[in-house]
């Protein structure tokens, strides 16, 4: 297994939705024992803190948009901070909320075009987090980031994407939550995206294994944005979002457990978990475990736990 320094960001972003909660993300992280897990593996772990963001007073583009000023400033500041980690490590990002992806796939897509290598992106969520900022209802720009870093219009007033991401590198899986709006952007867009009937009906290897080809094949740098909802609620209730039907724990293990085979994961995001809607823990130790499975945790490795 190969040794990775990992880099700790937390992003305590609470910016993309109005329910409140994710900014205590990255304390639960470290709490239920990220770094002791990584560290065990024989990890190097450098745990940076908390990314700080400036101070913005930016006007929305439509008075529904909620917190605009404020997600732009986490993207530039994530952004920054994603470019820097990529230079000495693999970076796994503690959200806060999804909109936090604006600024890390951002900011590791810069480091990729510096280094002649094309960024590929596995987005494993309920949503598609495709809308922008002109189509989304509901004013939470946590559905938008993926349209951010494919290079959508709508964000003015965020930083430039120099580099956007191709759709054609982007890879959603575990859908089961699509606006008509981001449905209709989807269908004419060359995204890969497999929602949870394909999973019933084929499993979760055979569109992750075809995914992990294609990056292989490019020499991709392969970014990993893992949502709480892309889990069935009944095992990870600590999210705002929760739409019945997800996967189940084994296989989100399995997805782990391919992706450290693979050996192509260059960063990662642990997004969306609320830990005021947690039961004991339970889902922030899970994502641990998760997280701990795609740095080469195997399955005998794993320790029994009692949440009762």
């Not at 700790?8 to 993309?16: H, I, M, R, T």
């Not at 583009?61 to 404020?70: F, L, N, V």
């Not at 709006?181 to 060359?190: G, I, T």
Request: hydrophobic share 40%; glycine share 8%; aromatic share 6%.
């Amino acid at each position: 297994m190969t040794k990775h320094t990992c880099i700790l960001l937390g992003a305590p972003v609470d910016s993309g939705k109005r329910r409140r909660g994710c900014l205590m993300g990255p304390d639960a992280y470290r709490t239920a024992g990220l770094k002791e897990s990584l560290e065990e593996l024989g990890h190097k772990v450098e745990d940076r803190g908390n990314v700080k963001r400036a101070d913005l007073q930016m006007t929305p583009p439509d008075a529904k948009i909620h917190y605009w000023s404020e997600t732009i400033a986490w993207t530039e500041a994530l952004a920054e901070a994603a470019e820097a980690a990529m230079q000495d490590g693999l970076p796994i990002f503690l959200g806060g909320d999804h909109s936090l992806a604006a600024g890390s796939v951002t900011g590791v897509s810069r480091f990729a075009n510096a280094q002649n290598r094309p960024q590929f992106v596995l987005w494993l969520d309920a949503h598609s987090d495709y809308h922008t900022p002109t189509s989304t209802d509901t004013g939470n720009l946590h559905g938008t980031p993926v349209a951010y870093f494919t290079g959508r219009d709508g964000f003015e007033g965020f930083p430039k994407v120099e580099n956007p991401v191709p759709q054609e590198n982007v890879c959603i899986i575990g859908l089961r939550s699509v606006d008509q709006a981001e449905r209709d952007a989807l269908q004419v867009s060359n995204i890969h995206r497999h929602d949870m009937r394909e999973i019933d009906e084929s499993g979760i290897a055979k569109p992750l294994a075809a995914f992990l080809k294609r990056v292989a094949e490019a020499n991709g740098m392969l970014h990993v944005s893992l949502d709480v909802d892309f889990l069935d609620p009944s095992v990870a209730p600590a999210v705002g979002t929760t739409v019945p039907g997800g996967a189940t724990v084994r296989e989100a293990h399995l997805v782990m457990e391919m992706l450290n085979d693979s050996g192509l994961m260059t960063s990662m995001d642990l997004v969306e978990l609320n830990p005021f809607l947690d039961e004991r823990g339970r889902t922030a130790t899970l994502m641990v475990d998760l997280a701990a499975s795609s740095l080469g945790r195997k399955i005998f490795d794993r320790p029994t736990r009692s949440h009762f």
